[in-house]
């Protein structure tokens, strides 16, 4: 059977998406393959990673297009050029409209850095989610791997975990340690179960 071709988009340093190469190499996401990085920004450490793994990347910047749509439409070019089945959102920090998310159905997963519905949606990316999770004095935070639809961190849970907060906690040490805890771990995982879904359905 053709394995799912994925397309993982990033904007920073893409330890996520070596979370993913890690364990595709290790045999993990069987019904996967990692086909290609999309970047917003050039700069992103995250596209180093896809060319020291031989992965096709390419960098599409937002504000290059005079609107959301065209910009939206150039990345859906893209992915039909490339065959892309499935995407994930690992540490993209850009919000897709509905017009994005609604051609691709149940196939698009975000990893977020926290237990939702707590600490989501607009405003609450990176280091934020960590910050207003302090602040708030929560006793136990986590990852949720997520689907994708218009709502954003909205759409159907896919795969949770929890992460407890200790004292002493910053918001850049508890972000380590959910990463190392949880999103690492739960983001390989939750993408076999989708790519493998849609390997079916092909
Ligand atoms: C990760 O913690 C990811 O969960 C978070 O950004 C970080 C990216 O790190 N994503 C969001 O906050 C999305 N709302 P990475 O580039 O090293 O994978």
């Known amino acids: 059977m053709l394995r799912t071709k994925i ?34 920004n050039e700069e992103a450490y ?3 990673r ?41 540490g993209f920090m850009s919000i ?7 051609a691709y159905p149940k196939r ?5 850095p926290s237990l939702i519905p707590s600490f989501c949606g ?5 280091l934020h989610v ?3 999770a302090l602040d708030y004095g929560v006793k136990v935070t986590g990852a949720t791997v997520h689907y994708v639809n218009e709502i954003p961190d909205g759409g159907e849970i896919i795969l949770q975990k929890a992460v407890e907060i200790q004292e002493g906690d910053t918001p850049e040490i508890l972000q380590k340690r959910v990463m190392e805890q949880a999103e690492w771990i739960l983001l390989p995982k ?3 179960i989708v790519a493998k879904g849609l390997q079916k359905g092909k």
């Not at 993913?20 to 996967?32: H, M, N, Q, V, Y």
């Not at 698009?108 to 977020?112: A, D, E």
């Open 46 to 48: 995250a596209l180093t």
């Open 122 to 126: 607009k405003g609450f990316y990176g």
């Open 108 to 112: 698009i997963v975000n990893v977020h």
């Open 130 to 132: 960590h910050e207003a």
């Open 96 to 102: 897709l409209s509905e017009n994005f998310t609604s």
């Open 7 to 40: 397309a993982v988009f990033v904007s920073g340093g893409g330890t996520n998406l070596q979370a993913l190469i890690d364990a595709e190499k290790r045999g993990e996401i069987p019904s996967g393959e990692l086909a290609l990085v999309l970047s917003g």
């Open 50 to 90: 896809a060319v020291e793994n031989n992965i096709p990347s390419v960098v599409v910047k937002r504000k290059e297009f005079p609107s959301q749509l065209a910009y939206e439409e150039e990345v859906k070019r893209i992915l039909r050029e490339r065959d892309i089945d499935m995407i994930v959102l690992a």
């Open 190 to 192: 939750a993408v076999e």
